[in-house]
Every structure is written in C-alpha cells, then in structure tokens.
C-alpha cells in the first residue's frame, strides 16, 4: 500500500485528513512539532481509523531529522503539507517567526522530497490569497486576481504559492496541488477529534461553541453595517471532514491521473456565502442552544463578504462538500461539549 506523510497531522484539518486516508487504505506518517497540537490526537484517530499511524516529533525545517523520515520509510509517495503556524493576530507581531517556520518548512521539505525521488506535493494554502475580491469576482474562482496580502500569515500562503510554481517549473518531475480552503469547521462526527484551542478563539465557530459552552459571557459580532443582505459579514464555512476528503481525492489524482496540469490550484469552499447572523440562527436551530450575542464595531482588517465557486473542484476532483450546514454545526457542538464533559 502506498504511504503518504501528512506534515502537521495532528493538527485540526490534518487530524481529519489522516483519518479520511487510513480509512481509503492509504498508511500515514505524521510529522509535527506538536508546537499547536497535543500527542493524545493520534489516540483520537486510531478510535476512530482503528489503528495509529506512524508519528515522528519533528520540525520541518530541519533538514536532517526530515531526510531521517524519508530514508525511514521508503514507500512515501506522497506529501500533504499541513504544517504551519496560523494565527493572523500573532503573525503581525511576529513576521519573522511566520516567515522563518512557514517558508522554512515548505523549502526544506522540497528539498528532501527531490532527494527522495517523492514527485507529489499537496500544498494547504488559503482563500486568504484573494483578499476581498471585487463583484465581479464573487463568488470566487481560481481566476480571481491574488491581492496584496493583510497579514504575514497571508503572504506566506502567497509566497509558498510561488515557491511551488517556481520549483515544478524548474523540475517538471514535481506535481503539486494547491488547495485554497474557505473557513473551515466542526468537527468529526465521533466527537473523537476535533479542533484544539489555545487561549481564546479569534475564529468565529469556536467562540461560537465556547459562548454555547458558558466559557465567554457573549459572541461579539463584529459589525452590522457592511454592504451585505444583514449587515454582517459573509463567509463560505467548510465542513473540516469534506475539507479532508478533497485531500485525498487530490492524491489520488495525482497517483492516478497522467492528464494533468503539473500545478493545480482548486478552491474548496461549498459555494454558499453565510452571514455571522445566519450562522448564530443556524447554530441555535442545530442545538436548541440560545447563543447571547451583542454587535461591536467592525474588526480591523476583516473581509466584507468571500465566498467559492468550487466549480473546478465539484467537476475535475469529481469532489462536493455537501454536508447540510446544521449537521457541521451540531459536530461542532459535539466536540465542544465532550472537551467541556458538559
Ligand atoms: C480569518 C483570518 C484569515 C484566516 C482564517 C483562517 C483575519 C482577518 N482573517 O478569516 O486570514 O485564513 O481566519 O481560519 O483574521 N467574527 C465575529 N466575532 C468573532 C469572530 C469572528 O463576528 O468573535 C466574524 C468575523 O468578523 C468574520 C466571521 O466572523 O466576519 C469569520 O471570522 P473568522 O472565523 O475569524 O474567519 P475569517 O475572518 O474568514
């Protein structure tokens, strides 16, 4: 069987995507650092995968202990890269940190894998690319102009961007795939994995559920007078255990298919646009919870409204997300109250 490394994998999105790949019958190797994720998630998988896949404590932008990996486990054919430090907030404060760990990691781990003879990358990159995109652009397709980026943490999915067209132009042995992902959220339906949190949650669904738990007095909704039908912002939340089935359709094109463009790029949104306030009134719907809200200013730096067109994902990964968005959000319900032991 054919084994894929999956760089920060126990992470939120990577955790799910081990999974969804030992479940296809692939074996996995994580990679992490564990710098934002605890050990005890390669548990979670194996209850819900029914066993544990291969796990390495090591940081990527380490060349030796990667290439150690590689030599370890021969029949790698392929890598998801996950890892990555993704706080916007603290990438503002700390450029360097995000410059030297997200370019780092992607270089090194380009490096070892030409070393290795491992042609296949799939790249985690953001729909943060886009920035607001005009009218005309809405929703957004894989044509949408880049913008100048509002974060460190957005121009390092930028620049690892570039670095991935710049290195297969150079080799035309690499085939990688870019997967832009909207928000993601929720979490497994076994409640055995999920997103973990340190300190308090700048994403909109984790405070959701935390506010839900009793842990945050209110949700602050962050403005109601943008251009949108209710005044607040708009946005394509993306079930995590879709999200991790792209990954592996991904990989499997790229096993598989020899008609290919040797980088593709994919949007993986559902190409629903939903407002905070249509996700409050969803969110109570799905648990019967009554979540206490107020509306503050705008925060600085946020998108009005973004949303996909995930047409060429839908048609050439042959892939949809088409979990009902109440189903999503009572998954994330789940997890929040079993981390609570509510
Ligand atoms: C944020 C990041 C983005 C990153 C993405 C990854 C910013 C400006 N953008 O995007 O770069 O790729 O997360 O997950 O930080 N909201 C509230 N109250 C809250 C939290 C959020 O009203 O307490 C609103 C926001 O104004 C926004 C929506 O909820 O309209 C979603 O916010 P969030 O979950 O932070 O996602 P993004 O802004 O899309």
Redesign the pocket.
């Known amino acids: 069987m054919s084994r894929i490394l999956v760089t920060g994998g126990t992470g939120y999105i990577g955790s799910h995507t081990t999974v969804e790949l030992m479940q296809k019958g692939f074996d996995v190797t994580i990679v992490d650092n564990l710098s934002n994720s605890s050990i005890d998630v390669l548990d979670g998988i194996a209850a819900i995968a029914g066993r544990k896949p291969d796990f390495a404590n090591i940081d990527c932008c380490n060349f030796m202990d990667l290439d150690g990996v590689f030599r370890q486990y021969p029949d790698i054919v392929g890598v998801i890269h996950f890892a990555a430090s ?1 706080a ?2 603290e990438s503002v404060e700390k450029p360097l940190l995000y410059y030297r760990n997200n370019l780092g990691s992607l270089v090194t781990l380009l490096e070892v894998m030409k070393l290795h003879r491992v042609p296949n990358i799939v790249f985690s990159s ?3 690319v886009y920035g607001q995109p005009d009218e005309a652009h809405l929703p957004v397709d894989e044509t949408a102009p880049i913008q100048t980026a ?2 460190p ?2 121009n390092t999915k930028q620049i690892n961007e570039e670095i991935i067209r710049d290195e297969a132009h150079a080799d035309k042995s690499l085939n990688a795939t870019i997967l832009r992902y909207f ?2 959220i929720g979490a497994h339906p076994s409640a055995c994995i999920g997103e973990l949190l340190n300190g308090v ?5 984790p ?1 959701v559920t935390q506010t839900a738990a009793g842990l945050r007095p209110e ?5 109601n007078d943008y251009n949108t039908p209710d005044g ?4 394509d939340y993306i079930y995590v255990v879709d999200l991790a089935k792209a990954h592996v359709k991904a990989i499997d094109r790229m096993l598989n298919v020899e008609d290919r463009d040797q980088v593709e790029v994919f949007n993986l949104g559902t190409g629903n646009g939903i407002s ?1 306030f249509t ?1 409050i009134n969803e969110f109570e719907a799905a648990t019967g919870v009554k979540l206490p809200y107020t509306v503050v200013g ?2 600085e ?3 009005e409204q ?1 949303w996909a067109n995930p047409k060429k994902a839908n048609e050439v990964l042959g892939w949809k997300a088409d979990t009902p968005l109440r189903d999503v959000l009572a998954s994330a319900w789940k997890w929040e109250k079993k981390l609570r032991k509510l």
């Open positions: 993704k916007v907030n953001s729909c943060t509002l974060s943490y957005g928000n993601p949650p700048q994403n909109l669904l405070f949700l602050k909704v962050f403005g607040s912002c708009i946005r905070v996700l705008r925060r730096g946020d998108i973004v």
